[in-house]
């Protein structure tokens, strides 16, 4: 795993809400596209581990109701 990946996924995991956790996301993307990195997004660990804070984020929400 790459350095960019581990802060990426740290940042993922620091996320309070969904909201967070969707612009750091935006943001490792649009560095990893437009500053030369271009990752797999299939194999990238930052993606994965936001669909899990997401989804994480989202089971939260709907077990409060």
Known sequence: ML???QIGVERQLEST??????QSFKHSCNVCC???IHLNCDRCAIAHTHNEVVAYFE???????
Do not use: I
Request: glycine share 6%.
């Open 34 to 36: 437009h500053k030369g």
């Open 17 to 22: 809400n969904k909201y967070e956790a969707l």
């Open 3 to 5: 350095k960019f990946e």
């Open 59 to 65: 089971d939260s929400k709907s077990t409060k109701r």
